[in-house]
Antibody, heavy 121, light 108 residues
Framework: EVQLLESGGGLAQPGGSLRLSCVVS????????MTWVRQAPGKGLEWVSG????????HYVDSVKGRFTISRDNSKSTLYLEMSNLSADDTAVYYC??????????????WGQGTLVTVSS | EIVMTQSPATLSVSPGERATLSCRAS??????VAWYQQKLGQAPRLLIY???TRATGIPARFSGSGSGTEFTLTISSLQSEDYAVYYC??????????FGQGTKLDVK
């Protein structure tokens, strides 16, 4: 069974940090690009970051550049999102998603259930 | 950044009838548009990619069309499980990929 399981969400202080993880199973992780997409409460979807199969190609939406870092460990079938200098605007459910090909430039065909990040004092 | 604009914001359709959802891109994205369905409390599900290709396991009542800047998702005969929010996404000019703001499909 294919699974993407996010963890690491929770309450963070403004200016604080969190590290999200996404452990995958049921497919060959190293063959696919991966992305993070977030959804603020009651709002639409926002693509946050994507990474290619090797981890050498990383891309971000402007609003998180310099604050978020995407990475992957193919030996552990795990995707990460390091988030720092958090603000209230980062409050959202963060979804880990598999890209249906090896290029980051493709849609996401499998999604995790999401992990909630709340930034508040 | 390409802006994707969906219309209408809310669409009320009776079960068994056809639903037509629209998505407009602020500049040409070729056929690099995907559609997702999201039910309350659930993750999005990929329905359509390449503007018109159904993803694996998606019923034939879902169809997509369009190219350039105008795209349409059609659900030919609405079933109870189809009531949800639908998002279009462009993946032609990136980063970032951009989503539309969503169309909520509800029961008339």
């Amino acid at each position: 069974e294919v699974q993407l399981l996010e963890s690491g969400g929770g309450l963070a202080q403004p200016g604080g940090s969190l590290r999200l993880s996404c452990v995958v199973s049921g497919f060959t992780f190293r063959r696919y690009a991966m992305t993070w997409v977030r959804q603020a409460p009651g709002k639409g979807l926002e693509w946050v970051s994507g990474i290619d199969t090797s981890g050498g190609g990383r891309h971000y939406v402007d609003s998180v550049k310099g604050r978020f870092t995407i990475s992957r460990d193919n030996s552990k079938s795990t995707l990460y999102l390091e988030m720092s200098n958090l603000s209230a605007d980062d409050t959202a459910v963060y979804y880990c998603a598999k890209v249906w090909g090896s290029s980051v430039a493709d849609p996401s065909d499998l999604w995790g259930q999401g992990t909630l990040v709340t930034v508040s004092s | 950044e390409i802006v994707m604009t969906q219309s209408p914001a809310t669409l009320s359709v009776s079960p068994g009838e056809r639903a037509t959802l629209s998505c407009r891109a602020s500049q040409s994205v070729g056929s690099h548009v995907a559609w997702y369905q999201q039910k309350l409390g659930q993750a999005p599900r990929l329905l359509i990619y390449g503007a018109s290709t159904r993803a694996t396991g998606i019923p034939a009542r879902f169809s997509g069309s369009g190219s350039g800047t105008e795209f349409t998702l059609t659900i030919s005969s609405l079933q109870s499980e189809d009531y949800a929010v639908y998002y279009c996404q462009q993946y032609n000019n990136w980063p970032p990929y951009t989503f539309g703001q969503g169309t909520k499909l509800d029961v008339k």
